[in-house]
């Protein structure tokens, strides 16, 4: 299907701005007046768009940062030293001829005049509409949707997976895209910025033009990003869930473990500085809830999401607790990537199911897969091979808990993949008793291909693995109590601007497993 057959039964409403957390008030306050708020610095202070998250049966994340000069080298996006009182409103139809929850919130400096608010009480399982107002000014509308009730029957989900967004390397032609698709949640899976220098070649080098690793340095970088007109409307048309991974603090790092390169934060005391500071700002930036609000270097991102009878989702984070990355070691137990809370907290949402279909929503490559044409054997670093014991334990875990319909949710490979998870890591011709879906970058990379050179080996030494493409884009799946299918949309270049996206392959796992089939499209 190309672009022009997506649907767009939902309309895209672009929004604008972040914000700190406030409480929601359901149809209590008035709409915030100009007389009623300090009036915040000009133009315009909604440049950044806006943004909801982590839906649940009754209410949404919103999020808005007021910043009229985004990219101020100070970081404090040209707002002034003092508070700034934010009004919300939420609607059931994009005109607000229907409100149904407003209130106020306070935009304060120290947190860059972000602002998050947890709006509770609305309709379980509906749309709605929401906005903001600074002063006189009044953000772009977004569109958001909360889940239904655990346990209610829900016979569709539609939803796209995305990850590695490097600026410099390309324009989003894949959010323009993604935007007018009929969604109701995005779920990103890391590297929402890229800390390094890298200029490119098209006109969107990074500011600050050093390595961003200050709190002022990663405010600059993430609000240079917010400015993209395609992420901005992919952010209004839908609520997000989203999760980091490495390049959102500094590549390959692990733990308290910097990237080996000579800089100050080989120190770790240094890096968890460092941490500290790009942690702050992504949450800054991002529509989370106030128990993801970093204490320090600590930010506890592993949390579920659930939607209705059909799907569990778990969002894990496998950068801040694993150890560091040993090729050399893939199976010394003592290796993990989760961590031992964490772990725990999985095994358990595991072993108790409230839905048919289940996800596991990470960073890196789950399924074996082995890079060494012929004999002998070849993993990535950065990869669950790289951590086989515990990988293995997971797996079995699957299987031995009966956790229904198990998917895995995969990024930052920048290639489509999709696979089936065998039951002994050693065979891959073992039967599947999992499915992985890996979305390719957005636009790191740049334009890419629809296979590289040595994909034909790959695919030869790894059976499991059914499909790979190269090209730049996202995974758009829709769920339901039957079958899980995933559309691998991409995009022919993101050196252009505009290019409109198409689906490459599609695929289907049909409900109690059995492997992936092509879908025929």
Not at 51 to 59: Q, R
Not at 72 to 99: C, I, Q, T, Y
Request: hydrophobic residues 40%; charged residues 20%; negative net charge.
């Amino acid at each position: 299907m190309d672009e022009a057959g997506a649907v767009v039964s939902r309309r895209t409403l672009l929004g604008g701005a972040a914000a700190l957390t406030g409480a929601a008030v359901v149809l209590g306050a008035p709409w915030v007046r100009a007389a009623d708020a300090a009036a915040p610095a000009t133009p315009y202070p909604f440049a950044l768009g806006v943004a909801s998250g982590d839906p649940t049966p009754d209410g949404v994340v919103l999020w808005t940062r007021l910043a009229p000069d985004p990219v101020a080298p100070d970081g404090h996006g040209g707002m002034p030293a003092r508070p700034v009182l934010v009004g919300w409103e939420v609607a059931a139809d994009a005109e607000f001829r229907r409100p149904v929850a407003r209130g106020s919130v306070v935009a304060r400096p120290e947190d860059a005049h972000a602002v998050h608010v947890e709006v509770a009480g609305l309709r379980a399982g509906a749309e709605h509409f929401y906005r903001f107002r600074a002063g006189a000014e009044t953000s772009p509308v977004g569109r958001t949707r909360t889940a239904p009730p655990p346990g209610a029957p829900l016979g569709l989900l539609a939803f796209a997976v995305a990850s590695c967004q490097n600026r410099p390397d390309g324009y989003y032609n894949a959010y323009a895209a993604m935007a007018r698709d009929d969604l109701d949640l995005v779920v990103f899976l890391g590297d929402y910025i890229y800390e390094g220098p890298g200029e490119g070649t098209l006109g969107r080098g990074h500011l600050p033009v050093t390595e961003a690793s200050s709190l002022t340095d990663y405010r600059v970088r993430h609000a240079q990003y917010r400015t993209d007109p395609d992420l901005q409307a992919a952010h209004a048309a839908a609520a997000w869930a989203v999760t980091l991974d490495d390049h959102d603090v500094e590549n390959n790092w692990a733990g308290d473990v910097s990237q080996v390169d000579g800089e100050p934060d080989g120190d770790p005391a240094v890096f968890r500085a460092r941490r500290a500071d790009a942690y702050r700002a992504f949450w800054e930036h991002m529509p989370l809830r106030r128990a993801q609000r970093p204490v320090g270097p600590d930010m506890a991102m592993h949390r579920r999401l659930t939607f209705g009878d059909l799907l569990d989702v778990h969002l894990l984070d496998t950068r801040r607790h694993r150890s560091d990355q040993d090729p050399a070691h893939p199976a010394d137990p003592a290796r993990t990537l989760l961590g031992a809370e964490q772990r725990a907290w999985l095994w358990q949402g595991l072993a108790t199911p409230r839905a048919r279909w289940t996800t596991l929503a990470q960073q890196v490559f789950f399924s074996p897969r082995d890079l060494a044409p012929g004999p002998g054997t070849a993993i990535e670093e950065d990869s669950w091979d790289d951590y086989a014991v515990e990988r293995d334990a997971l797996r079995d875990h699957l299987v031995a808990a009966r956790t229904p319909n198990p998917v895995i949710l995969t990024g930052d490979v920048h290639a489509h993949h999709a696979c089936d998870v065998p039951a002994d890591s050693r065979d891959p011709t073992s039967r599947p008793v999992a499915t992985e879906f890996v979305t390719t970058s957005i636009s790191s990379g740049g334009d890419g291909a629809p296979q590289g050179p040595g994909d034909a080996a790959l695919l030869a030494e790894n059976p499991h693995i059914h499909l790979v493409d190269r090209r730049r884009g996202y995974v758009r799946h829709t769920v339901t109590p039957r079958a899980w299918r995933a559309d691998f949309r991409v995009v022919a270049a993101v050196s252009t601007p505009g290019v409109p996206a198409s689906t490459a392959a599609s695929v289907v796992v049909a409900d109690g497993g059995g492997g992936l089939q092509a879908d025929g499209v």
